[in-house]
């Protein structure tokens, strides 16, 4: 079974900015759209940002034009850069690889402090 691992989350400032990072442990994974979700405390997963293979990207209302995805399929990897960041944006963060079934990682937490 394919692991997808994230890092990158942490204790940030509003205003701040973080990269999240995303790495399969399978080769292949360039046969795949990816995504990035999250979910606060209390709330529902929501979609936030999505990839398709041709680097087509959507976004949440609540991230867009703060938020980037993308991919590098060379090194079976999925990213999310997060800039001017809000304590709205805290909540656990999970990538996900539209395989069948999808792939999940198992999360990783943002604080943002206001």
């Known amino acids: 079974q394919v692991q997808l691992v994230e890092s990158g989350g942490g204790l940030v400032q509003t205003g701040g900015s973080l990269r999240l990072s995303c790495v399969a442990s399978?080769?292949?994974?360039?046969?795949?759209?990816s995504a990035w979700y999250r979910q606060a405390p209390g709330e529902e997963r929501e979609r936030i940002a999505y990839i398709t293979t041709s680097s087509t990207t959507t976004y949440a209302n609540s991230v867009k034009g703060r938020f980037t995805i993308s991919h590098d399929y060379a090194k079976n990897a999925a990213y999310l850069q997060m800039n001017n960041v809000k304590p709205e944006d805290t909540a656990t963060y999970y990538c996900m690889f539209e395989t069948n079934p999808p792939s999940w990682g198992h999360g990783t937490q943002v604080i943002v402090s206001s």
């Open positions: 399978a080769s292949g994974f360039g046969l795949y759209a």
